[in-house]
């Protein structure tokens, strides 16, 4: 079983059934097994234009360019994800590295001074575990772990993800239904 680190997917199985995390891929922006987790949604495009304080980064939005529901909690609050250029250092003010190319930018920053950057998303809200509880839903079946790809929070088809990563993962994912409850 892959841990959860800051960077990987956290993918909902068929146990969740809210429509909030129905067939979510989260990715995780922080982890520690002490004080909980963090991550975005990244398969939920809300339809909404980024807002006008944001346009800004209009140039390094990625497709579809919207914003995206991150997840329930501080929905007011917008969280930028970016990839970065693997062969170019990212000098951008306040880039955390969360990933393999990827990273959480401060949307306060001027995007034209933003070297190193390829694509940025952006989240309205976020997912959060306290302390244990990601682990917690992880054993009773509700999600597993896997290692994102630097394309995954950026993906053009944010509807085919899940599916796409389950095929990743081979084996009986790959068979996994749409709806079990259906068979």
Do not use: C, K
């Not at 993918?11 to 909030?20: G, I, M, N, S």
């Not at 190319?101 to 575990?129: C, E, I, K, N, T």
């Not at 509880?133 to 290692?147: C, K, N």
């Not at 053009?156 to 990563?165: C, E, F, H, K």
């Amino acid at each position: 079983m892959v841990e959860p680190s800051a960077g990987r997917l956290v993918v909902a199985t068929h146990e969740l059934t809210e429509r909030t995390f129905r067939r979510a891929v989260v990715l995780l922006l922080a982890y520690d097994r002490h004080e909980g987790a963090a991550g975005v949604v990244l398969n939920r495009p809300t339809g909404v234009d980024l807002p006008d304080r944001l346009r800004r980064w209009d140039e390094l939005a990625a497709p579809p360019a919207v914003v995206f529901m991150g997840g329930p909690v501080g929905r007011d609050a917008v969280i930028g994800v970016a990839r970065a250029d693997s062969d170019v250092e990212v000098d951008v003010a306040g880039w955390q590295q969360v990933g393999e190319d990827l990273g959480v930018l401060d949307l306060s920053s001027d995007p034209d001074a933003a070297d190193g950057l390829q694509a940025v998303r952006l989240f309205a809200g976020y997912v959060g575990w306290g302390e244990g509880q990601l682990e917690r839903e992880i054993v009773s079946g509700a999600w597993f772990v896997v290692p994102a790809t630097p394309d995954d929070p950026l993906t053009a088809t944010p509807a085919g993800l899940w599916r796409a990563v389950l095929a990743r993962q081979g084996g009986l994912f790959t068979t996994v239904p749409d709806d079990p409850g259906l068979n």
